[in-house]
């Protein structure tokens, strides 16, 4: 909070050079409002904030006394503030509707883990071999939507792949009914049944960057998957 008030402060402040803290304010209140409001909310954006987390709440902390005595600057910031609680409320509320959850065929992705087609790789899983990736999912779920190949293929259009999910005590879990299922740690196993080498898509990226972990004994490579509800 201290961070947001000195944020909105440095903006609606005139007559000033511009300065490091004022593309701090920008950077923090772009990352709220871009990523909280208008696209998912995954917790690894909170890591890309802390850099700018850190110097402005220490100022707003220390501009906190200071504020209640420039009675335009606070009305500025209880109005900015009150507003994007207000838009951040609304739209939890809204989602969460009856009639809106009553709608046919409405799904809500819960993890998102779709890689834009030139970071997908081709990757080759040999006759009778499989794969397998460990995965966190904080919320309850439906389905898991696997696509095997770039331009949105799923895995039900390749036979000779069969997916297996497994809770982390090992119980086989069917991935593809619509009955809620509990959030936890699971494992996606993919299986080659065939006789020859199949080739899947897998994203390209770092452990850093998704806070999840990579395909067992593939790092840096990702199955391409979104979880629904």
């Known amino acids: 909070m201290s961070s947001l008030i000195f944020s909105i402060k440095k903006l609606y402040t005139k007559n000033k050079m511009f300065g490091y803290f004022d593309i701090y ?3 923090f209140i772009g990352i709220f409002l871009f990523h909280i409001l208008m696209w998912e909310v995954m917790h690894r954006y909170a890591f890309v904030a802390v850099f700018a987390l850190i110097p402005l709440s220490a100022y ?8 209640k005595k420039d009675k335009n600057i606070l009305k500025y910031i209880l109005i900015t503030s009150s507003l994007l609680l207000i838009c951040g409320i609304g739209n939890d509320i809204f989602k969460n509707l ?7 065929n409405r799904e809500m992705t819960v993890v998102s883990q779709e890689f834009p087609e030139h970071d997908l790789v081709a990757m080759n899983i040999p006759a ?4 397998e990736e460990h ?10 939507n696997i696509t095997y190949w770039a331009g949105g293929a799923t895995l039900d259009s390749q036979p000779k792949l069969k997916m297996k999910l497994y809770s982390e ?7 593809r009914s619509n009955t809620y299922k509990a959030p936890g740690n699971y494992s996606i196993v993919i299986k080659n ?23 067992v004994n593939h790092k840096n490579n990702y199955l391409n998957f979104d979880i629904v509800r």
């Open 128 to 131: 009778k071999k499989k794969i």
């Open 98 to 104: 009856p009639i809106i959850n009553k709608i046919p």
């Open 25 to 27: 304010s920008i950077f």
């Open 169 to 175: 005590s090992g119980k086989s879990i069917d991935w």
């Open 193 to 215: 049944t065939s006789d020859e080498n199949v080739e899947i898509a897998a994203g390209k990226s770092y452990k850093i960057d998704l806070l999840q972990e990579s395909i």
């Open 135 to 144: 995965i966190y999912i904080p919320y309850s779920f439906k389905r898991v």
């Open 60 to 67: 707003g902390i220390k501009d906190s006394m200071v504020i």
